[in-house]
């Protein structure tokens, strides 16, 4: 049995690290995963409610704490509600199962025979005068999780599949919510000097320049090459860190060119080469090809990054709004060299960061100035342009593919080439954390990594084609190196490589003369592929698209994220003038049993505008000693007058397991929008982002 | 000299250096955590404050310049106790992912419909324009304005 259970329970097999029964007649449940936006606490407690039968209010969910709560990895990938979610099912039906086999000896009765309705045991629908409050006991959590005690049927849930609202919303629309707003005894407030690139020196700092320009008192703390200046006043703090830089002289600072910064420059750098899939060679035939690509681009998280970190007693208690609080606990501890169970970490809310950002590096940082300066609350707060300047970015990317046809236009051997840097380079893969390049004792530099194929690859995701178009082949070109630290990012290659291939598909369809809906379906065997494509079709009036090239165009692209997650068509109407004005969206979205589907909804639509802002608008510029796209002026994103009417619609499958839906909008919409622009102009524009610029070249061409 | 304004309808008097950011004042001053930092620029929005009624950044505003006016925040307007109506629409809606961009949103929709108790979705749209929203939630967050003039928020 163990090895069907999920990795969050075969990692946490105590039962009371997971559920407790409190006097005050909650349950709380600790879990691994965090809320990062999306809406996972309440999911989580929704599931839990429904397998105990308690009242939902009951529960009380802790998530994130290296000393409470259970390691649960990262909550990444959309994979809480497919893992976590079904850890706490099948935890939550073990407990009531073990209380419920003892009730029933202690009233010499069957199983069957009790109930449980609010956390209250009846026996044939009456009275037991037992609870969970009052009758679970060290017992029922004394052994292991055997994962063994059959959940309910779906068909019998009461909570489990209702819109039901997030209770962390209230304080966000209140007041304090975050983890900028905790505020502990002895805080003191720290900016960081940041070295311009790792191997950096600083051969000078004018710290007299610098006090001055804070305007009060500051201690500039530097260890290596790691400078932070740190004080009692924010506002003296802030102005010293806005000073620092001009009066600091490095030498060693790597230089950037713009060439880099699109995903072309990695057609020449080495790489580590990887072919999955059918070997070659290709069939014979008629051979088309097209070069598809994305550049860097941000996280763009909107608040910058930032963390709390105090030592006290030789204990180190971090507060950082990180994806991982075990991985960043282990990182921490290994780069300051304590022991593991001298550091807790603790989650706090931060804003949405859609992947690996400045986090985990902003409690290193904080981490460093706590053991210089102990019995202080460390809070460290970056800037804006230190999160824009300094975060990993997702790496640009480029997909080639090249098909063979057989004598009707349809694909019968399909290679996808991919070439780009590291999709996951978090500390625990490889990576290196920020602020552990300038200590006296830096790590070698970041390994090239990517995720394993089994989790869905990270270059490679989504560059299997679902289609059936015979021999199926990915070639990987993972670079070495890349000129800015990348990682993980939303969808990572999902996004890039569904947009090279559902473009691509629309240009076959085109030379075979053939509708592109037409054609897709043709080569299409998935049953939940088809309906949603036919249900989307339906929707956004396929059916009478006009002619192409008339600036009006209506695209249309479909993917099943990781090709085992939630499954996402997606249709786009837009206009083009000089710019692109999107017009109308329509979504159709099957992820088996959706756990709440307001809160799907929601990540669904918010794949859709955060995907086209990609599409249209994000690109992260490189010159210099770095990163030049440091503002929001200089790194634009949607707003509220580009954002398109979007209509979403959720495809129910409640008796199929739940899959991961937080980024299966993301690499349709991107895709749909290419198809749409092509369609509208007549004219393929096949690299990101699709800009006024790209369009005037592309009709001069 | 000591600066004197009111902020959510309360006297301040404040011994302090008359170019510090409103921003700092309100959140390491007065303990009011909800106007929050985004860019310091004036580009996101996260710091919006009511003064004399009108939206304005609190991040590069000197408290100098706000002295004798009146600033509202968002805890102005309700508590978890007590919402106000627009801070009720936005719950309703569940108007939110991560949340960070929604109070100076919630500032500039209650400028907004004290001025204009009935707007049009592009006069809300033209309203938060200035604001920036990462997680995507931009089609709640309108319809959530559009609830709350429903409701007839009060001024």
Redesign the interface.
């Given at each position: 049995m163990s090895e069907t259970l999920p990795l969050s329970i075969v990692n946490n097999r105590r039962l009371e690290r997971w559920l407790r029964f409190q006097p005050d007649r909650t349950v709380k449940l600790a879990v691994g995963k965090v809320e990062i936006g999306q809406g996972v606490l309440i999911a989580l407690s929704q599931i839990a409610a429904e397998e105990l039968d308690v009242a939902l209010d009951r529960i009380d969910i802790l998530s994130g704490d290296t000393d409470d709560a259970p390691d649960e990895g990262s909550t990444s990938s959309s994979q809480s509600i497919e893992v976590s979610g079904r850890s706490v099912r099948l935890i939550s039906a073990e407990l009531r199962t073990r209380v419920l086999g003892r009730l029933a000896q202690r009233l010499n009765c069957a199983v069957e025979d009790l109930s449980v309705e609010d956390g209250v045991f009846l026996q044939e629908g009456n009275p037991t005068g037992y609870d969970y409050w009052s009758f679970a006991g060290p017992e029922d959590f004394a052994t292991d999780i055997a994962g063994t005690a059959e959940p309910k049927p779906p068909s019998t849930y009461r909570v489990v599949g209702q819109p039901i609202p997030r209770r962390d919303l209230i304080a966000k629309v209140t007041g304090a919510a975050f983890i900028e707003d905790i505020v502990r005894p002895d805080m003191l407030h720290a900016r960081i000097l940041r070295q311009p690139s790792r191997g950096a020196r600083l051969t000078s700092l004018d710290e007299a320049a610098v006090r001055k320009a804070g305007g009060g008192p500051i201690r500039i703390v530097r260890v290596g090459d790691f400078v932070a200046l740190v004080g009692e006043d924010e506002t003296v703090v802030q102005r010293a860190g806005v000073a620092a830089p001009a009066h600091a002289v490095w030498t060693g600072v790597r230089m950037l060119s713009p060439n880099q910064q699109e995903a072309m420059w990695f057609r020449d750098q080495p790489s580590d080469d990887r072919h999955f899939g059918d070997p070659g060679p290709p069939a014979t035939g008629v051979v088309v090809s097209e070069t598809y690509s994305r550049p860097f681009v941000a996280h763009a998280a909107l608040a910058p990054s930032c963390a709390l970190a105090e030592y006290c007693g030789g204990h180190l208690s971090v507060w950082s709004h990180t994806q991982g609080v075990y991985p960043l606990r282990n990182s921490l501890a290994d780069i300051l060299r304590l022991r593991r169970d001298q550091v807790t970490v603790r989650h706090a809310h931060g804003a949405g960061c859609y992947g690996h950002n400045g986090a985990d590096d902003a409690a290193l940082d904080a981490a460093i100035i706590a053991l210089q300066i102990p019995d202080h609350c460390i809070r460290v707060q970056w800037r804006r342009e230190e999160e824009f300047g300094f975060e990993p970015v997702s790496t640009a990317h480029m997909t080639r593919i090249q098909a063979v046809l057989d004598e009707a236009g349809r694909p019968v051997d399909w290679t996808a080439e991919v070439w780009a840097g590291s999709h996951v380079q978090r500390p625990v893969f490889g990576g290196t954390m920020l602020a552990h390049e300038a200590l006296p004792d830096p790590p070698p530099p970041a390994k090239a990594n990517d995720p394993p194929e089994a989790n869905g690859g990270g270059g490679t995701r989504n560059g299997f084609p679902l289609y059936d178009v015979g021999a199926k082949r990915v070639i990987h070109h993972l670079a070495l190196a890349t000129p800015v630290r990348t990682s993980s990012l939303r969808g990572l290659g999902a996004l890039p490589n569904v947009f090279a291939l559902e473009c691509f598909m629309d240009e076959l369809a085109e030379r075979a003369a053939t509708d592109p809906v037409v054609y897709r379906l043709s080569l299409l065997s998935d049953l939940r592929a088809r309906h949603l494509i036919e249900n989307v079709a339906a929707r956004c009036g396929w059916a009478s698209r006009g002619p192409a090239g008339t600036g009006q165009g209506l695209g249309l692209a479909w993917s099943r994220y990781k090709n085992k997650a939630g499954y996402a068509c997606v249709a786009v109407e837009l206009e083009v003038d000089l710019d692109i004005t999107l017009r109308r969206v329509w979504c159709a979205a099957n992820a088996g049993l959706v756990i709440n589907p307001d809160g799907a909804r929601n990540q669904l639509e918010g794949g859709i505008v955060h995907a086209a802002s990609m599409t249209l608008k994000e690109q992260v510029t490189l010159e210099g000693d770095g990163i030049t796209s440091l503002d929001w002026d200089r790194y634009p994103i949607m707003t509220f007058s580009e954002v398109p009417e979007i209509d979403v619609e959720i495809v129910h499958n409640p008796d199929l397991p739940t899959l991961g839906m937080g980024e299966c909008t993301f690499g349709p919409t991107a895709a749909a929008i290419g198809n749409a622009v092509a369609h509208a102009l007549g004219i393929r524009i096949r690299d990101m982002p699709l800009t006024r610029e790209r369009i005037a070249a592309a009709l001069v061409r | 000299m000591p600066i004197e304004l009111t902020v959510n309808g309360r006297a301040v008097t404040l011994d302090i250096?008359a170019t510090?950011?409103l921003l700092?004042i309100l959140?390491?001053h007065l303990?009011?955590?909800?106007s929050?930092?985004?860019?310091?620029?004036e580009?996101?929005g996260?710091c919006m404050v009511l003064i004399d009624g009108e939206p304005e950044y609190a991040c590069t505003r000197e408290i100098g310049s706000v002295a004798g006016r009146s600033v509202i925040t968002?805890?102005g307007?309700?508590?978890?106790e007590r919402?106000h109506p627009i801070?009720q629409a936005?719950?309703q809606e569940?108007a939110?992912?991560?949340?960070?961009?929604?109070?100076g949103i919630?500032i500039s929709a209650k400028a907004l419909l004290d001025r204009n108790p009935h707007p049009s979705r592009s006069d809300i749209?033209?309203a938060?324009?200035k604001?920036?929203?990462?997680?995507?939630?931009?089609?709640?967050?309108?319809a959530a304005v559009q609830s709350a003039a429903r409701m007839g928020a009060p001024a």
């Open positions: - | 250096d510090t950011p700092d959140r390491n303990d009011l955590k909800g929050r930092y985004g860019c310091g620029l580009q996101c996260t968002i805890e307007l309700g508590t978890p919402l801070q936005f719950l569940q939110g992912q991560c949340g960070y961009c929604l109070s919630i749209v033209a938060l324009d604001h920036l929203c990462r997680c995507g939630t931009h089609t709640r967050i309108v």
